[in-house]
């Protein structure tokens, strides 16, 4: 069938055969690798921040005013809005980057798009590492954010079009996993290095992001163009040829390589995919384009992801807070994804966001009435003694648990899915786009919101669950085992979404040929 949101010859209910060949499960799971660089970045850049001898060397005035901030309120603490905005500017850099991105994916191609941002990931890297003043950091800061907007925008593209309809969830969610390992890695990576003596175990820290970096170029270099690519391109036999690869050698794949063709006619008819997408029967994908992202980054993870090793100080933790906030957060988040490895696919991505949501709003809501219950509006120190802390901990868990079988992983592979071939690379950029600018206000915002809002903050993300949990009732449709050249359909027998497919710009009904 061809893209465009209208189903075409064949109908509804079509399904491909195809195997899950060793083949296509190395060369997802080598994409995917593309994951690790954005969590290791995640997962860094809070550390080095707070590491003395990164403060002295670029920031000595933020280094001072922290020194002597002698506030004993929890919600009130010292925040440089400067220092904070180097670690977010790479979110920026990295929305800048994804629109270029989608240019270099759509035309070009998903491999060089995936190999030009490990590259320059790489630059970036090495040029934090050997940073000698203020603008040797920031000129790589932006670096690896542009690197970041090419992985995000290319590699779940490239794993939905590579995978067989029925893996396609289970494969997908493998960057969601490179995501947290890169994260995990991160922290234990700052925790060692912040022991090395003579001030430069930062450098280790930020160079460590090279590691990931030539593991992208090197994986990129590996596999092979989607077929959905190459017949955009003119290569039919070729295409063909990896088809047949991609699904086993013993599979009639003419019927998905006939509506690839399809699909790939409706490309070219498109000259302009920005405007396109703001046709009126595309309008349902980018309503989930944009509200996806942006709700994942409202339940508050990073947060969590960034804050971990303060919010554990405050309620009691040590001096070795750091690892052992870092390490047991890490380690949730990287464990629970495989129960959304393993799900996607069986029990649908619509079970997963819905069971995550409550699951998260239970315990996001639990984490509110805690803190509150202790520190009240006032915010003055107490102790909270051991079980209390215990139980602090064990909620924030249980909450990144949930997020990460299902928010998580389905806040990249729903957005992936959901686009006809035509605007799917436009698609992808809105996602990474929408993503980043909301890592970027939470991670610019949080300190200060949470000084204003108090405990109320965390009341405020568990409202923002509850409202998504809901829209995905109502508004998202299930995608699990639905070819992608054929998701169109959904929207198409969706309660609210058929409106929009089955009228034209003007509002006026296409009849059922037309949509032939
Ligand atoms: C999100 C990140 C988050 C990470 C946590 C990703 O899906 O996009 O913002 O830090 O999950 O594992």
């Known amino acids: 069938m061809a893209g465009g949101g209208i189903l075409t010859h064949g109908g509804a209910g079509k399904d491909y055969p195809g195997n ?44 001072r005013k922290e020194a002597v901030d002698s506030s004993t309120n929890q919600y009130c603490k010292f925040n440089s809005q400067i220092l904070t905005l180097f670690t977010s500017s790479l979110y920026l850099a990295a929305l800048v980057a994804s629109f270029f991105a989608s240019m270099v994916t759509q035309n070009l191609g998903r491999k060089i798009s995936m190999f030009l941002g490990g590259l320059i990931f790489l630059c970036g890297a090495l040029l934090n590492a050997l940073a000698q003043n203020i603008s040797m950091l920031i000129i790589g800061r932006i670096l690896l954010g542009i690197g970041v907007g090419f992985a995000t925008q290319s590699v779940p593209l490239f794993v939905s079009e590579m995978a ?51 593991l992208m170029v090197l994986s990129s270099l590996w596999v092979s163009e989607t077929p959905n690519f190459l017949i955009g391109r003119g290569n039919y036999s070729l295409a063909k040829r990896k088809l047949q690869r991609i699904r086993g050698v013993d599979v009639d794949v003419q019927a998905e390589y006939d509506d690839l063709v399809a699909a790939s006619e409706a490309l070219k008819q498109v000259k302009h995919p920005w405007s396109n997408l703001k046709m009126r029967k595309h309008r349902p994908q980018l309503v989930l384009a944009i509200l996806i992202p942006f709700f994942q980054q409202l339940t508050g993870i990073n947060v969590v992801m960034f804050y971990a090793p303060e919010l554990f100080k405050t309620i009691g933790f040590g001096s070795n807070a750091s690892l052992v906030s870092s390490a047991i957060t890490g380690g949730v988040n ?183």
């Open 20 to 63: 899950l060949t060793r083949y296509v499960l190395i060369t997802c799971i080598v994409a995917a690798m593309g994951g690790l660089i954005f969590g290791y970045d995640l997962g860094i850049s809070g550390g080095v921040t707070s590491m003395a001898p990164f403060l002295r060397k670029f920031f000595p005035s933020v280094y």
């Open 164 to 214: 067989p309809h029925k893996y396609r969830g289970a494969l997908n969610v493998c960057f969601q996993l490179c995501i947290t390992v890169g994260i995990l890695v991160a922290n234990l990576v700052n925790y060692g290095t912040n022991m090395i003596k003579g001030n430069w175990g930062w450098r280790l820290s930020l160079g460590g992001a090279a590691v990931p970096a030539v």
């Open 334 to 516: 990287v464990a629970a994804t495989f129960l959304s490895i393993y799900g996607t696919d069986r029990w649908g991505r619509k079970k997963l966001f819905i069971g995550g949501g409550i699951v998260m709003l239970v315990f996001q809501s639990a984490v509110a009435a805690l803190i509150g219950t202790k520190f009240g509006f006032s915010g003055d120190a107490t102790e909270l003694g051991k079980s209390y802390s215990g139980v602090v901990v064990s909620c924030i868990c249980l909450f990144v648990a949930a997020f990460a079988c299902s928010w998580g992983p389905l806040g990249w592979l729903v957005p992936s899915e959901i686009f006809p071939l035509e605007i799917r690379s436009a698609g992808q950029s809105i996602v990474v786009a929408v993503n980043m600018l909301s890592t970027f206000v939470i991670a610019q915002g949080f300190l200060v919101a949470l000084c204003f809002a108090k405990y109320l903050l965390f009341v405020a993300f568990a409202v923002c669950v509850l409202v998504m949990t809901l829209f995905v009732i109502f508004f998202v449709p299930e995608t699990m085992n639905i070819p992608i050249e054929e998701i169109s359909r959904v929207w198409r027998t969706h309660w609210y979404w058929k409106r929009y497919v089955d009228e034209d710009d003007n509002g006026a009904r296409i009849s059922p040929i037309e949509m032939i």
